[in-house]
């Protein structure tokens, strides 16, 4: 295990299960790391021996998350994990963890995820909205529609969510930077009070988009009246900063296990050497560890211990997602990491400066929040 982490954020035993029903989706959004070359798709039964193995774990917490590619692709297998998971809540504590682009929330699973929502407490929905539909529809393409409108459809499908109950997941690119207070006021003058606001991962963004983006966050920040009603919870998060990876697992549609859900990001053949083992032999919790501790000396001598002396490297640590992927594009590591920090120290700042907050207790932080003209 790396050093500068053991016994702190590291653990033998993966505490986060990602699963990936399929890499298809029904949108095509041009910003998605998802690769989509594995052409499985998960079974009922894999999924189950999947979630045994992980709820067998020596573990009194532990999270399972649906969040890469969409899960509401299939609602019928969807519903069937769910219930199936919802049934084991005797295994401890049980977090979980949906996130969906709306396209398929409507019907019986729409019905369905109200009421596990209303009943579960540790059910979370997250939904992905860039705000208004001029931004929204800029990157995230209907996959069998090319004309049609992912916004019109998905928003129909938001707009009568209970807003307490959701999280909206609000991805910025550096295209859509110059139109960042319509969209953050068009999710909150919509009434949602849970916020992630995220960049685009994977992009280098041109450092006048970034201090652009700077700029804005800071005076939305700024003009949060905290006075105001509502508690809301706000956040503004790199998804690649690191210390979360060391707890994650996926369960790939192959049924085999994988270091985390970041390795989609390669093609297909080339993520099979980050198995880490299967739904029949169960996981290599060893393999796994020596996978992260081989990885992270790697980037540390590229990057010549760069994250070691940060300042931040306790919240965003090393980004290995970023470095097995500039690994595979044979890209230069320290100019992709350079154009990371950058942002990372954007998103930092911004974070500690709403509550003094860091990464790892974001999620229990409150603030109230309103557009001083919302
Ligand atoms: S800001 Fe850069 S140097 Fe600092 S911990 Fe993050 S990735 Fe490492």
Redesign the pocket.
Known sequence: MPDILMNSQIQLCPSQLEITFSEDCNQRCDYCWVHKSCFKKLKFSAAKKGIDIFLDLPLKERTITFTTSEPLLYPELYKKILDYILSKNNSGKINIITTTNGLNLNGDIKSYIIKVLNKYTNFRLNISLDGNKKSHDAHRKLARLKNGSAFDISWDNFKDLPRDKVRVIFTVTPEEVDFFEDNIGFIINNGFVNIDIFPQVFTAWPKNKLEALAGKLSRFIENINMDIVKASNLRVLNRLWGTSHYAKLLLAPDDNFYLFEWVEALPYPERKSYIVGNVKKGIELNKRADFFNVLFREATVKSSG??LK?N??NI????LPLYIWSKYHKNDFNKN?SN??SI??VFINLSEKIKNDKRNELDSKKVNLRLKNG
Do not use: I, Q, R, V
């Open positions: 760069k994250c940060c931040f490297k965003c640590s090393l980004p990491l990371f920090c990372a120290d």
